[in-house]
């Protein structure tokens, strides 16, 4: 079983940034796409960005402009660099491995809280 390891996330000031970043402890070779999802207090959990295999991105409105997503191979790590905090991107952050064979993987989450 594949293990999603995050990292980054914490207490930032609005207008502040972030870098999370996500590291299977395995390299998974058949995924359809790499993505972060946030889940705010008593919300479902959304699509924030998400890169597929080839390496085309696409992004939740709420967040184009302000986030990145980004693969770094060499490392297997998945980034998602969070510019121009807002309290509403408050959440838990979950990083997804969408596999092309069988269920996907998540990772346990990492707490980002942008106060006001």
């Known amino acids: 079983q594949v293990q999603l390891v995050e990292s980054g996330g914490g207490l930032v000031q609005a207008g502040g940034s972030l870098r999370l970043s996500c590291a299977p402890s395995a390299r998974v070779f058949s995924y359809d796409a790499m993505g972060w999802y946030r889940q705010g207090n008593g919300k479902a959990r959304d699509l924030v960005a998400a890169?597929?295999?080839?390496?085309?991105?696409n992004y939740a409105d709420s967040v184009k402009g302000r986030f990145t997503i980004s693969r770094d191979d060499a490392k297997n790590t998945m980034y998602l660099q969070m510019n121009s905090l807002k309290p509403e991107d408050t959440g838990v952050y979950y990083c997804?491995?969408?596999?092309?064979?069988?269920?996907?993987?998540w990772g346990q989450g990492t707490q980002v809280t942008v106060s006001s």
């Open positions: 890169i597929t295999r080839g390496g085309r991105t």
């Open positions: 997804n491995i969408d596999r092309s064979i069988g269920p996907d993987y």
